[in-house]
């Protein structure tokens, strides 16, 4: 089978869109990625063997009627140029990860009369595949989803470096309590700016490693400096699963994917969701994780108070021994359980 691979923008979506590549490629299935042709993505797919198209397209949620207007004319043109790339590339079948871009693929591979396969890393369904989510043979959750017809709850699919590594054995002084802090790649304003303020009310004898992003990286370390904390700091950490590891737990966004690789390597985290996430679906990643007693959320309405306490009583109870002993395998399991779906529907 030949599948045409759909993400853009964002690791969020591409870095699923990876493992599912790899999983195909590595039991003979051939692939073509189709993104916005953007850093991520090709640093992401350079090791993959196949082709990489780019249409542009922009999102549409929240922009000006000019913008949106922009967006329309760009799907047009994009669903054209898919129907060139399925009639060239002789594609089979579509597999989106979400993100505007999953429109003119997917209205394209409709023509077609070609199946259509979507993946939801999130707790609530993105525009983009909530619409495709009416026509998809079958719908991939990350998370449970209530009232998504067709759908399996497959976990989300997850980097190599984040699998088969030996999570147990990273015991340390337990006086000492080991934070890793990140706000993703491109940092978070809340996260880089009241963070080492609430360390500051901690009594605890705290080792901490902060992920800043590049244009937070000066601010953060002239922050922990003032208040004369002891702290690792970096604009980026090249293995992030290695950090995750080290740390007794993690403080960070609710973005799916990051919660996924996470909770995978048996570790916990005090969560704070960015609060202008489109349909709130930070939040509801957030309570997700909860729910499954790996992690604590903390809200920014809720306060600098509220958080300081959170985090006391985190240490105090020592919460995060339990996270380490709770394994959950369904994220490091995503990728398998999606070729079996894809392969059982076309024995049919």
Aim: glycine share 6%; charged share 25%.
């Amino acid at each position: 089978m030949k599948y045409l691979i759909v993400a853009a923008k964002t690791g969020g979506h591409i870095f699923p869109a990876k493992a599912i590549a790899e999983e195909l490629i590595n039991n003979n299935h051939e692939i073509i990625l189709l993104g916005i042709g953007n850093e991520i993505e090709n640093n992401a797919y350079k090791e993959l063997d196949s082709k990489l198209y780019s249409i542009s397209i922009e999102g549409f949620r929240g922009q000006k009627i000019l913008k949106k207007f922009k967006v329309l004319i760009q799907t047009l043109t994009g669903v054209f140029t898919v129907l060139k790339i399925v009639k060239k590339e002789n594609i089979d079948a579509m597999i989106g990860f979400g993100g505007f871009i999953c429109i003119p693929a997917g209205i394209a591979i409709w023509i077609r009369r070609l199946p259509i396969f979507i993946h939801e890393q999130n707790a609530i369904m993105g525009t983009a595949n909530r619409l495709l989510s009416k026509i998809a043979k079958i719908n991939f959750l990350g998370f449970p989803i209530k009232q998504i017809k067709r759908s399996i709850v497959s976990g989300n699919p997850i980097r190599k470096s984040f699998i088969n590594i030996d999570s147990d054995h990273h015991e340390h002084d337990q006086n000492e309590i080991r934070i890793y802090v990140t706000g993703g790649s491109q940092g978070a304003s809340f996260i880089n700016q009241e963070i080492p303020m609430v360390f500051k009310e901690l009594s605890f004898n705290l080792k901490i490693k902060h992920q800043s992003g590049e244009n937070y990286f000066d601010e953060v370390r002239s922050l922990y400096s003032t208040e004369n904390i002891q702290a690792e700091v970096y604009k980026f950490y090249d293995n992030p699963a290695k950090e995750i590891l080290w740390s007794d737990f993690v403080i960070s966004r609710a973005g799916a994917l990051s919660l996924s690789e996470i909770i995978s390597l048996k570790r916990g985290a005090l969560i704070i969701p960015l609060a202008t996430s489109i349909d709130n679906h930070q939040v509801e990643n957030a309570k997700s994780i909860a729910k499954m007693n790996m992690g604590v959320l903390h809200e920014e309405k809720d306060g600098k108070e509220k958080l300081v306490n959170k985090l006391k009583e985190l240490i105090e109870k020592k919460l995060y021994l339990n996270w380490k002993k709770n394994y959950i395998n369904e994220h490091v399991n995503a990728s398998a359980v999606i070729l079996k779906h894809l392969e059982d529907y076309f024995k049919k």
